[in-house]
T-cell receptor
Framework: ETGVTQTPRHLVMGMTNKKSLKCEQH?????MYWYKQSAKKPLELMFV???????ENNSVPSRFSPECPNSSHLFLHLHTLQPEDSALYLC??????????????FGPGTRLTVT | GQNIDQPTEMTATEGAIVQINCTYQ??????LFWYQQHAGEAPTFLSY??LDGLEEKGRFSSFLSRSKGYSYLLLKELQMKDSASYLC??????????WGAGTKLIIKP
């Protein structure tokens, strides 16, 4: 049990659909992250939130829209995705960003397939 | 650009020792991290090095040479459950983790 949960675990959506991924951490951390993991590629950092404020947006297309209502919850809203967006989407948290961001706790991920 | 290199795949025998290398070129350095990821599961933190030398934690050890931009993860007394991908990551000057693509370790009986 890592203390970070993600729902759904699997998602299949068409290119015209709108869906949301949810992440919740029970560790009392202040920083939360969204990553994209594709086969045989490095983890790609998408967004960073620290104390509910977005501190990083790594040139992610606008069809991905994050939301962080509080330090425990993080959402990733998806709309008009492309087949190349199919991947494992991982949420992570850490006690703080910057110096404390190296030891991250990951959720199990959402396996997304865009058809 | 920033780059982390590690072998794509390695095979080792149960009970043996294996060393997984990682070389990096990043803008700044604020520590090197190793994570383990079993197939279909989340990455989990294994070790952290910020100073040169060896950090030992049970059967796992991690070494860092900042001057060479080099680290390795050493796994001793290999067990079948050690079959997983091992991810090397470096924290750059902006305190962002730069990740390698991971090394898939296959353990054979």
């Amino acid at each position: 049990e890592t203390g970070v949960t993600q729902t759904p675990r699997h998602l299949v959506m068409g290119m015209t659909n709108k869906k949301s991924l949810k992440c919740e951490q029970h560790l009392g951390h202040n920083a939360m992250y969204w990553y994209k993991q594709s086969a045989k590629k490095p983890l790609e950092l998408m967004f960073v939130y620290n104390f509910k404020e977005q501190t990083e947006n790594n040139s992610v297309p606008s069809r991905f829209s994050p939301e962080c209502p509080n330090s425990s919850h993080l959402f990733l809203h998806l709309h008009t995705l492309q087949p190349e967006d199919s991947a494992l989407y991982l949420c992570a948290s850490s006690p703080q960003d910057r110096q404390g961001a190296g030891e991250q706790y990951f959720g199990p991920g959402t396996r997304l397939t865009v058809t | 650009g920033q780059n982390i290199d590690q072998p794509t795949e390695m095979t080792a025998t149960e009970g043996a020792i294996v060393q997984i290398n990682c070389t990096y070129q990043t803008s700044g350095f604020n520590g090197l991290f190793w994570y383990q990821q079993h197939a279909g599961e989340a990455p989990t933190f294994l070790s952290y090095n910020v100073l040169d030398g060896l950090e030992e934690k049970g059967r796992f050890s991690s070494f860092l040479s900042r001057s060479k931009g080099y680290s390795y993860l050493l796994l001793k007394e290999l067990q079948m459950k050690d079959s997983a991908s091992y991810l090397c990551a470096v924290m750059d000057s902006n305190y962002q983790l730069i990740w390698g693509a991971g090394t898939k370790l296959i353990i054979k009986p």
